[in-house]
């Protein structure tokens, strides 16, 4: 079983709903994302865009690099609401969200960790801060905190 699966389960969705099986998403090139965030949160809401556009840009360089959308919403009507604004996957609603936010810590959102998808392993826990320094990612994925 690969990591990713162990981690996030055998599928995510996209943002129509459909199931996207996790194992597509191993590869050693792609970086992985996972968007901790929530419809009810502004400061969510003010970097979703911002993110939308970095993801954009880094996509459009040809770099492999997928989010996973992990939901802090309180009820599954909000969440589907809020993915639908977003162009990657997301976890389903549910109980996993808050499992992964105990596995790495995250106790505030908006969090955006980075992990190699082969591995599981986080490349980093910063990348929130990384796209407001770096909005080009000129050194994305920021690997050893470059």
Known sequence: ?????EILGDSVLNNQGQQVNVKDL???DVVLGLYYSGHWCPPCRMFTPTLIKFYDKIKSKGKKFEIVFISSDRD???Y???MKTMPW???PFGPKSEQLSEKYGVSGIPTLLL???KTGKVIT???RAKITTD???TNFPWRNDS
């Open 80 to 82: 589907e609401e809020y």
């Open 135 to 137: 909005p080009e990612g």
């Open 115 to 117: 992990l190699d998808s």
């Open 89 to 91: 996957l997301s976890l």
């Open 1 to 5: 079983m690969s990591e990713l699966v």
């Open 125 to 127: 826990e910063l990348g």
């Open 76 to 78: 599954e009507e909000s």
């Open 26 to 28: 191993s590869s050693e």
